[in-house]
């Protein structure tokens, strides 16, 4: 683990083993943090925020060692994206492009760093000059799953480092080691110690410690929401402020007038990318009832083509789930769809003849109402749930008919609907006649049982800021007898 600058083992020596999903086999150990490991990681992201050298830095140099950090991992995207891969059996020909890309956040925060302003008031008092300036909050919290991991450590990295403050991780039990690597290019790009700590554990102590740390001021936390339930617990004793950012279950809206071909493809994009292992996953299906026959006829042929094999091999389209929970979790909720009267149009199994057993079939299960359990169960894996509607109004109910509320898809030629069904639909992101755009420009967050708070975009900079007023009395009379009222 990284903590003030050296690479160390936990303090009573235990580690854990990390697999490689697309064999089965163990390939890699990293240490299981103590709770006195994670004080001290802390510790020393306080003393390097108010004595360190990064408290004295100016925001044009700390945009420097961003710009820095962000041109390394491009040139590393390759070897990062590879042991990415190897943790996670998300497929190489994304790992490594994600990796590439994500170094323009960190370029974007760079920028940032330098942006950062404060105001002047028009104060309704004589001789008051008053000013805003806003400050870093202290040291961040940062809790990140194994899927999108360094997509989702920068736009939490890049906005706290450009606004001054300092950052403990805590990366996922689950396939840690790419950001493990990540943290070897800190130093090199001129971030002093104790700036950014990498700490690995389990929930219990490292997680609970780490977000009920006395001296953490702010918590970005991005899981599942029986992990965040504790989060908000945890930051009661700090009082902390707290971002959440729990997965959805988002609804997929095609309507008539769609171009199919074009919206068939956002679809298996939306569902079938990453296998399925995305917050945003188009995992809900809501296809109008005139076209919804054609459109699932040739979604499942496509669904039935996808290429599942080794992440590693140019040619694979679909990898490996990522842990042995996922799988189980998938046929549990398969069988009770079916059970409840659901049909699976394709898939619906473990994928056979491949190297592990967490290959999993793409799926298409055709749901006859909405209150059937898998319609609004976050599963994690390649599974679409189908809903078919007959007017605008009802695919609206429908998709809205769900405790998330991170994204949502729309397809239709018609503008007017476009703007209409984004403006009704109750999520944080929408995309029109396109699926799973991401850029450092543009903020994403949920709502509902998806969270709150927002990351990514300039705003995030100012969420790891806090305002400062400042009074200057500019008269060179004395300040007035407070007891002597006139």
């Not at 020596?13 to 999903?21: E, H, L, S, V």
């Not at 473990?350 to 599963?379: N, W």
Request: net charge negative; charged share 20%.
């Amino acid at each position: 683990m990284l903590i003030d600058g050296a690479w160390v083992d936990a303090g009573d020596g235990a580690r854990f083993d990390t697999m490689n999903p697309a064999t089965g086999a163990v390939w890699a150990s990293v240490p299981e943090a103590t709770a006195e490991d994670v004080d001290r990681a802390v510790r020393a992201a306080h003393r390097a925020c108010y004595e360190g050298p990064w408290a004295r830095m100016t925001p044009t140099e700390r945009g420097r060692c961003l710009r820095r950090l962000g041109d390394l991992l491009a040139d590393q995207s390759e070897r990062l994206g590879e042991i990415e891969t190897r943790d996670t059996g998300k497929l190489f020909a994304e790992t490594r492009w994600q990796a590439k890309y994500i170094s323009e956040f960190f370029h974007f925060y760079a920028g940032a760093a330098d942006k950062i302003q404060g105001d002047t008031l028009p104060i309704d008092k004589p001789d008051m000059f008053v000013f805003t300036s806003r400050e870093p909050l202290g040291v961040m919290a940062g809790v990140v799953p194994w899927n999108s991991q360094l997509f989702l450590t920068a736009v939490k990295l890049g906005p706290a480092l450009a606004a001054g403050n300092t950052v403990v991780l805590k990366l996922s039990e689950h396939a840690p080691a790419v950001l493990l690597e990540f943290g070897r290019l800190f130093a090199e790009a001129g971030i002093p110690d104790g700036v950014v700590n990498l700490l690995t554990g389990h929930g219990d102590p490292c997680g609970r410690t780490l977000t009920s740390h006395p001296l953490v001021a702010r918590i970005s936390f991005t899981g599942g929401p029986v992990a965040a339930r504790h989060v908000l617990m945890n930051s009661a004793s700090n009082f902390a402020q707290v971002s959440l950012e729990l997965g959805g279950k988002s609804p997929f809206i095609v309507f008539d007038d769609a171009d199919l071909e074009s919206a068939v493809n956002g679809a298996v994009a939306g569902i079938f990318g990453a296998s399925g292992q995305s917050c945003v996953a188009g995992s809900r299906l809501v296809v109008h009832e005139d076209v919804a026959d054609a459109f699932l006829e040739r979604m499942a042929g496509i669904a039935r083509e996808v290429r599942l094999g080794d992440p590693m091999d140019e040619a694979t389209q679909m990898g490996p789930l990522c842990t042995p929970g996922q799988v189980e979790t998938i046929e549990a909720n398969i069988a009770r769809a079916t059970e409840e009267g659901a049909t699976v149009l394709c898939g619906g199994k473990r994928a056979a003849g491949q190297g592990s057993d967490l290959y999993f079939e793409p799926t298409i299960v055709d749901c006859p109402r909405p209150d059937l359990a898998i319609v609004d169960t976050e599963l994690f894996g390649p599974v679409l749930s189908v809903l078919r509607f007959r007017t605008e109004a009802e695919a609206l109910t429908l998709a809205n008919g769900s405790e998330h509320g991170l994204a949502a898809g729309i397809f239709t030629r018609d503008g007017a609907r476009a703007l209409r069904m984004s403006r009704g639909v109750r999520a944080g992101i929408v995309w029109v006649n396109t699926y799973r755009a991401v850029s450092p420009i543009a903020e994403f967050g949920g709502v509902k049982a998806s969270g709150h708070g927002r990351e990514s975009g300039f705003q995030a900079v100012y969420d790891y800021t806090r305002p400062k007023t400042v009074w200057m009395n500019t008269s060179d009379t004395p300040m007035s007898n407070p007891f002597q009222m006139r």
